[in-house]
């Protein structure tokens, strides 16, 4: 069983930058893909950033690439995504996901989510 709990989000103006962390409980954090989804009001789930066991595979979805970054320290069990150039519609609740194989999380499919941490970016 894994725990995910996210923490970092918050206001912040356009152009700035914020850092989600996801904190995972558990001894087999390492064995997992994790990844970063978000959902805006009246919107679809939609995939962020996914990173792989060892942190050499990344994924990233194309609104965010070259502004955000994924990281993982299996020492820590943390998983983090770096936001930089943050836009408007960055706005949503983020939520972290944990799976047995990073293409499971590019499918949107998971074993363990978390909370959610809501990011708003104001104009």
């Known amino acids: 069983q894994v725990q995910l709990v996210e923490s970092g989000g918050g206001l912040v103006q356009a152009g700035g930058s914020l850092r989600l962390s996801c904190a995972a409980s558990?001894?087999?954090?390492?064995?997992?893909?994790m990844g970063w989804f978000r959902q805006a009001p009246g919107k679809e789930l939609e995939f962020v950033a996914v990173?792989?066991?060892?942190?050499?595979?990344?994924y990233y979805a194309d609104a965010v690439k070259g502004r955000f970054t994924i990281s993982r320290d299996n020492g820590k069990n943390t998983v983090n995504l770096q936001m930089n150039s943050l836009k408007p519609e960055d706005t949503a609740v983020y939520y972290c996901?944990?799976?047995?194989?990073?293409?499971?999380?590019?499918?949107?499919?998971?074993?363990?989510w978390g909370q959610g941490t809501q990011v708003t970016v104001s104009s």
């Open positions: 996901a944990a799976a047995s194989t990073a293409h499971r999380l590019l499918l949107q499919d998971h074993d363990y």
């Open positions: 558990g001894r087999t954090f390492s064995s997992y893909a």
């Open positions: 990173i792989g066991w060892s942190a050499g595979n990344t």
